[in-house]
């Protein structure tokens, strides 16, 4: 309970800046959250491009919904789309990989964006501390330490939440986007093997 008290008393602390650190930590970690778990389901069942060839030709049957990675999507798609012309299937084919590669990537960016808001939000609320703070000085003058306080307090917390929110944001984009980058070999790998074999 006295955790709770000492968290809010921070919190407010910090001033209205804080409520929207919150926002942005709430939202950037829900993202991450989904990046997380999108790539734990289709990294821990790769399908190699051969199967892939094999689902679009008939040979191997194509796999439920909840167990197919982006490769097995692909592969699923072009078979259910593929009409046997070299030309159209050739545009089939990239259309449904863009649509892969783009469910791959999705919501890296604004991650980033979010990422890089967090400390500038933070950098705002030093700001408005500090005019607090020259705002009392030009009032009561260098005397009154505890209105004084207030206004640093208001600038450090809010600095120290936005660089706590923004830093490990940052971190987690640059995993996700390794993964990403990782997955879209795969997929990338996939689409060349199926193009060779069906609309050459």
């Given amino acids: 309970m006295n955790c709770f008290i000492d968290a809010m008393h921070y919190f407010r602390q910090g001033g209205l800046v804080m409520f929207f650190l919150l926002a942005i930590s709430l939202w950037v970690w829900g993202l991450i959250a989904e990046r997380i778990y999108f790539f734990l389901k289709n990294s821990g069942r790769a399908m190699r491009p051969e199967l892939a060839v094999s689902m679009v030709s008939g040979s191997m049957p194509a796999p439920s919904g909840t167990a197919m990675d982006v490769c097995a999507e692909l592969a699923v798609h072009f078979r259910r789309y593929c009409c046997g012309n070299p030309d159209l299937d050739s545009k089939i084919l990239e259309e449904h990989w863009l649509r892969q590669k783009k469910r791959i990537h999705q919501g890296l960016s604004l991650v980033a964006a979010l990422a890089a808001a967090a400390p500038l939000l933070g950098l705002f609320g030093t700001v408005l501390g500090i005019i607090d703070t020259f705002g009392v000085i030009s009032v009561f003058g260098t005397g009154n330490a505890k209105a004084l306080a207030g206004g640093i307090s208001k600038a450090l917390v809010s600095t120290h939440c936005g660089l706590l929110v923004g830093i490990p944001a940052l971190l987690m984009y640059v995993l996700?986007?390794?993964?990403?980058?990782?997955?879209?070999?795969?997929?990338?790998?996939?689409r060349i093997v199926l193009k060779r074999n069906f609309t050459a």
């Fill in 176 to 190: 996700l986007q390794q993964q990403a980058r990782l997955l879209e070999a795969r997929l990338k790998e996939t």
